[in-house]
Protein backbone atom coordinates (compact mmCIF):
# COMPACT_ATOMS: atom_id res chain seq x y z
CA UNK A 1 0.00 0.00 0.00
CA UNK A 2 0.91 3.64 -0.61
CA UNK A 3 2.81 5.58 2.54
CA UNK A 4 1.89 8.41 3.59
CA UNK A 5 4.73 11.09 3.77
CA UNK A 6 4.31 11.88 7.72
CA UNK A 7 4.65 7.90 7.85
CA UNK A 8 7.91 8.05 5.91
CA UNK A 9 9.09 11.05 7.68
CA UNK A 10 8.58 10.35 11.38
CA UNK A 11 7.41 6.40 10.72
CA UNK A 12 4.32 7.52 12.84
CA UNK A 13 1.18 6.90 11.46
CA UNK A 14 0.75 3.27 11.36
CA UNK A 15 -2.58 3.52 8.81
CA UNK A 16 -5.12 4.86 11.63
CA UNK A 17 -7.31 7.46 10.96
CA UNK A 18 -6.41 11.01 12.23
CA UNK A 19 -8.90 13.94 12.41
CA UNK A 20 -7.30 17.42 11.67
CA UNK A 21 -4.55 19.11 12.89
CA UNK A 22 -6.63 22.13 15.24
CA UNK A 23 -4.36 24.67 14.30
CA UNK A 24 -5.19 24.90 10.76
CA UNK A 25 -6.10 28.29 8.99
CA UNK A 26 -8.33 27.30 7.16
CA UNK A 27 -11.88 26.30 8.52
CA UNK A 28 -12.51 22.31 8.68
CA UNK A 29 -16.19 22.80 7.36
CA UNK A 30 -16.47 25.93 4.77
CA UNK A 31 -19.16 28.25 5.62
CA UNK A 32 -21.88 27.31 3.62
CA UNK A 33 -25.87 26.98 3.58
CA UNK A 34 -27.43 23.51 3.42
CA UNK A 35 -29.31 24.48 0.82
CA UNK A 36 -26.01 25.03 -1.36
CA UNK A 37 -24.45 22.02 -0.76
CA UNK A 38 -23.72 19.21 -2.82
CA UNK A 39 -23.23 15.81 -1.69
CA UNK A 40 -19.52 15.07 -3.41
CA UNK A 41 -20.02 11.59 -5.48
CA UNK A 42 -17.85 8.71 -3.83
CA UNK A 43 -17.37 5.52 -6.17
CA UNK A 44 -15.24 2.95 -5.98
CA UNK A 45 -13.24 1.05 -8.93
CA UNK A 46 -9.92 0.67 -10.85
CA UNK A 47 -7.81 2.40 -12.87
CA UNK A 48 -11.09 2.86 -15.55
CA UNK A 49 -13.38 4.68 -13.18
CA UNK A 50 -10.60 6.71 -12.65
CA UNK A 51 -10.42 7.90 -16.29
CA UNK A 52 -13.98 7.53 -16.63
CA UNK A 53 -14.42 10.15 -14.15
CA UNK A 54 -11.24 12.29 -15.78
CA UNK A 55 -12.58 12.36 -19.16
CA UNK A 56 -15.82 13.44 -17.56
CA UNK A 57 -13.78 16.50 -17.13
CA UNK A 58 -11.97 16.91 -20.69
CA UNK A 59 -11.43 20.26 -21.71
CA UNK A 60 -10.51 21.83 -18.23
CA UNK A 61 -7.78 21.90 -15.48
CA UNK A 62 -8.21 19.16 -13.70
CA UNK A 63 -6.34 18.41 -10.17
CA UNK A 64 -6.17 14.99 -8.88
CA UNK A 65 -5.28 13.98 -5.04
CA UNK A 66 -4.22 10.88 -4.27
CA UNK A 67 -4.53 10.74 -0.55
CA UNK A 68 -6.75 8.49 2.78
CA UNK A 69 -8.60 9.23 5.52
CA UNK A 70 -5.55 7.53 7.61
CA UNK A 71 -2.39 9.66 6.20
CA UNK A 72 -1.90 12.81 8.43
CA UNK A 73 -0.79 15.14 5.56
CA UNK A 74 -3.76 14.24 3.45
CA UNK A 75 -6.12 15.30 6.21
CA UNK A 76 -4.55 18.24 7.16
CA UNK A 77 -4.57 19.50 3.30
CA UNK A 78 -8.21 19.20 2.90
CA UNK A 79 -10.00 22.11 4.16
CA UNK A 80 -7.30 23.44 1.90
CA UNK A 81 -8.16 21.47 -0.78
CA UNK A 82 -11.95 22.34 -0.43
CA UNK A 83 -11.27 26.04 -0.41
CA UNK A 84 -9.36 26.03 -3.63
CA UNK A 85 -12.38 23.79 -5.10
CA UNK A 86 -15.05 26.71 -4.09
CA UNK A 87 -12.62 29.20 -4.60
CA UNK A 88 -12.59 27.92 -8.51
CA UNK A 89 -15.81 27.55 -9.27
CA UNK A 90 -17.25 29.40 -12.61
CA UNK A 91 -13.77 28.26 -13.68
CA UNK A 92 -12.45 25.13 -15.80
CA UNK A 93 -11.45 23.54 -13.34
CA UNK A 94 -12.19 20.48 -11.53
CA UNK A 95 -11.11 18.95 -8.60
CA UNK A 96 -10.69 14.51 -8.37
CA UNK A 97 -10.03 13.02 -4.82
CA UNK A 98 -8.10 9.46 -5.43
CA UNK A 99 -8.66 7.42 -2.34
CA UNK A 100 -6.24 4.85 -1.22
CA UNK A 101 -8.52 3.68 1.69
CA UNK A 102 -9.72 0.19 0.19
CA UNK A 103 -6.13 -0.75 0.39
CA UNK A 104 -6.33 -1.07 4.22
CA UNK A 105 -10.17 -1.74 5.28
CA UNK A 106 -11.64 -5.20 5.16
CA UNK A 107 -14.03 -4.82 2.46
CA UNK A 108 -15.18 -1.96 0.06
CA UNK A 109 -18.44 -0.86 2.78
CA UNK A 110 -15.90 -0.16 5.14
CA UNK A 111 -14.16 2.13 2.87
CA UNK A 112 -17.30 3.43 1.24
CA UNK A 113 -18.14 4.34 5.32
CA UNK A 114 -14.65 5.76 6.09
CA UNK A 115 -14.31 7.88 3.34
CA UNK A 116 -18.18 9.33 2.61
CA UNK A 117 -18.45 10.03 6.83
CA UNK A 118 -14.78 11.68 6.09
CA UNK A 119 -16.40 13.69 3.07
CA UNK A 120 -19.29 14.55 5.16
CA UNK A 121 -17.09 15.66 8.09
CA UNK A 122 -15.62 17.90 5.63
CA UNK A 123 -18.03 18.64 3.26
CA UNK A 124 -15.66 17.59 0.47
CA UNK A 125 -17.65 18.99 -2.43
CA UNK A 126 -15.89 17.20 -5.11
CA UNK A 127 -15.42 13.41 -6.48
CA UNK A 128 -13.60 10.86 -5.39
CA UNK A 129 -12.85 7.80 -6.44
CA UNK A 130 -12.14 4.52 -4.09
CA UNK A 131 -9.70 3.18 -5.38
CA UNK A 132 -10.13 -0.88 -5.75
CA UNK A 133 -7.39 -1.84 -7.94
CA UNK A 134 -3.86 -2.91 -7.34
CA UNK A 135 -0.98 -0.85 -5.90
CA UNK A 136 0.92 -1.12 -8.78
CA UNK A 137 -1.56 -0.31 -11.27
CA UNK A 138 -2.53 2.46 -9.49
CA UNK A 139 1.67 3.35 -9.11
CA UNK A 140 2.16 2.96 -12.83
CA UNK A 141 -1.49 5.06 -13.88
CA UNK A 142 -0.28 8.57 -12.30
CA UNK A 143 3.64 7.56 -12.25
CA UNK A 144 3.83 7.60 -8.11
CA UNK A 145 6.18 7.01 -5.65
CA UNK A 146 4.04 5.48 -3.59
CA UNK A 147 3.93 8.27 -1.15
CA UNK A 148 0.74 10.18 -0.62
CA UNK A 149 -0.70 12.85 -0.90
CA UNK A 150 0.38 12.94 -4.10
CA UNK A 151 -1.34 15.65 -6.51
CA UNK A 152 -0.90 16.05 -9.97
CA UNK A 153 -1.87 19.30 -12.42
CA UNK A 154 -3.30 18.38 -15.81
CA UNK A 155 -3.96 21.14 -18.35
CA UNK A 156 -6.98 21.90 -20.39
CA UNK A 157 -5.16 19.52 -23.32
CA UNK A 158 -4.69 16.26 -20.67
CA UNK A 159 -0.99 17.12 -20.22
CA UNK A 160 0.56 17.21 -16.68
CA UNK A 161 2.07 20.41 -16.23
CA UNK A 162 3.05 20.04 -12.31
CA UNK A 163 3.05 17.58 -9.40
CA UNK A 164 3.47 17.50 -5.51
CA UNK A 165 4.30 14.71 -3.29
CA UNK A 166 3.61 15.75 0.26
CA UNK A 167 1.07 18.13 1.55
CA UNK A 168 0.61 21.04 -0.92
CA UNK A 169 2.12 24.54 0.57
CA UNK A 170 -0.06 27.47 0.54
CA UNK A 171 2.43 28.72 -2.63
CA UNK A 172 1.27 25.96 -4.46
CA UNK A 173 -2.45 26.84 -4.02
CA UNK A 174 -1.48 30.28 -5.57
CA UNK A 175 0.57 28.72 -8.40
CA UNK A 176 -2.38 26.34 -8.73
CA UNK A 177 -5.14 29.63 -8.89
CA UNK A 178 -2.83 31.65 -11.08
CA UNK A 179 -2.43 28.61 -14.04
CA UNK A 180 -6.53 28.32 -13.84
CA UNK A 181 -7.46 31.71 -13.88
Known sequence: RPSCCACTRARSCGGESTDPPKSSNVPATPNRSAATQQPASVLVGGIA???????????????????????????????????????????????????????????????????????AQ????????????????????FALSGTIPATILYNPQGQEVERWVGRLAQEDFGRIKARVS
Open 49 to 119: RIDSVLTANQGRWILVNVWATWCRPCVAETPELVALHQSLQGRPFSLVGVSADYMTSPTEAEALRKVRAFG
Open 122 to 141: HQIPYPTVIFSGSTDDLTAR
